[in-house]
């Protein structure tokens, strides 16, 4: 079992930047594939971006794209979501997904973390 705590949410002005981490104990995070997924309010769990184990191979949804990116440093054993050009409807929480699947969707999502506010303010 993993435990995942995210990190790094905040208010921000549209055009602006943040920086999300996940910081993992119990099993290493080299054992998962690792992803992010965000839910605003009245909305359902959406999926954001994956990153394999390795690092190798990475998804991001088509509304993020070229705006974010995901990333990992398993010898610190944490994920990372560096968000630019950030648009009042990336307003959201985030969490951080760990998965034995290449997970795109919320279902086969194995571990959730607790979740980190994001506002993007106009």
């Known amino acids: 079992q993993v435990q995942l705590v995210e990190s790094g949410g905040g208010l921000v002005q549209a055009g602006g930047s943040l920086r999300l981490s996940c910081a993992a104990s119990?099993?290493?995070?080299?054992?998962?594939?690792m992803g992010w997924f965000r839910q605003a309010p009245g909305k359902e769990r959406d999926f954001v971006a994956a990153i394999s184990r390795s690092g190798s191979s990475t998804y991001h949804a088509d509304s993020v794209k070229g705006r974010f990116t995901i990333s990992r440093d398993n010898a610190k054993n944490t994920v990372y979501l560096q968000m630019n050009s950030l648009k009042p409807e990336d307003t959201a929480v985030y969490y951080c997904?760990?998965?034995?699947?290449?997970?795109?969707?919320?279902?086969?999502?194995?571990?959730w973390g607790q979740g980190t506010q994001v506002t993007v303010s106009s």
């Open positions: 997904a760990a998965s034995n699947v290449f997970a795109t969707r919320a279902e086969h999502v194995a571990y």
């Open positions: 119990g099993r290493t995070l080299d054992n998962y594939h």
